[in-house]
């Protein structure tokens, strides 16, 4: 799956989306961009996206995370997947600079 960053803060992304990895909610796979309308309030300045996760930086420093997480990759202390992009509130008390996404894992860098 891909994800898209563009110059206003949204986010789109398309392709596979068997974990829910697109974040529209659905398992479907998106043959086109379409815009990720659960975020939309917020403004993205950084992405990165695994093997079937996708996390995305929002100005505010906060964290969301979306798609499998059989490994706990999303950061939300359990193992299901989420379908929309769901704030990380563990480090919510931190404000992110930066993110990096592996297949199975999940990083971000503090200020």
Do not use: C, M, N
């Not at 979306?66 to 509130?89: C, N, S, T």
């Amino acid at each position: 799956h891909s994800l898209a960053l563009t110059a206003d803060g949204a986010l789109w992304s398309w392709g596979g989306g068997v974990f829910g990895q697109l974040g529209h909610g659905d398992l479907e796979e998106q043959r086109l961009p379409k815009k990720i309308e659960a975020i939309a309030d917020q403004r993205a300045v950084a992405v990165s996206v695994g093997a079937y996760h996708s996390l995305a930086l929002t100005a505010d420093g906060a964290l969301w995370s979306w798609g499998g997480g059989v490994f706990g990759q999303l950061g939300h202390g359990d193992l299901e997947e989420q379908r929309l992009p769901k704030k990380i509130e563990a480090i919510a008390d931190q404000r992110a600079v930066a993110v990096s996404v592996g297949a199975y894992h999940s990083l971000a860098l503090t200020a």
